[in-house]
Nanobody, 124 residues
Framework: QVQLVESGGGLVQAGGSLRLSCAAS????????MGWFRQAPGKERDFVAG????????RYADSVKGRFTISRDNDKNVVYLQMNSLKPEDTAVYSC?????????????????WGQGTQVTVSS
């Protein structure tokens, strides 16, 4: 069993920044892939960013490349999502998730444990 708790969401103006955190417990954190997904009202859950177990490999959705950065601290069991140059279209509930696979996957179905999510709202 894995527990994931996100924090750091909030309301920010367009062009601003937020840093999301996801604290993990219940499994050896350093052995599994982590991903961030987001879901806007009335839309499907979309992949945002993912990191390999070591943190050396990362993948991003095209819509966030150059603006968002995923990182992890395996000593603290935390994965981060630094979000810069935020846009109103980034507004969504952001959730972190673990994957049992050895590489970063883009589909939500390839992730097994999920946090409850944190709301990010970007005003224009």
């Amino acid at each position: 069993q894995v527990q994931l708790v996100e924090s750091g969401g909030g309301l920010v103006q367009a062009g601003g920044s937020l840093r999301l955190s996801c604290a993990a417990s219940g499994r050896t954190f350093s052995t599994y892939v982590m991903g961030w997904f987001r879901q806007a009202p009335g839309k499907e859950r979309d992949f945002v960013a993912g990191t390999s177990s070591s943190g050396r490999t990362t993948r991003y959705a095209d819509s966030v490349k150059g603006r968002f950065t995923i990182s992890r601290d395996n000593d603290k069991n935390v994965v981060y999502l630094q979000m810069n140059s935020l846009k109103p279209e980034d507004t969504a509930v952001y959730s972190c998730a673990t994957s049992p696979y050895g590489n970063v996957r883009l589909m939500a179905r390839d992730y097994d444990y999920w946090g409850q999510g944190t709301q990010v709202t970007v005003s224009s």
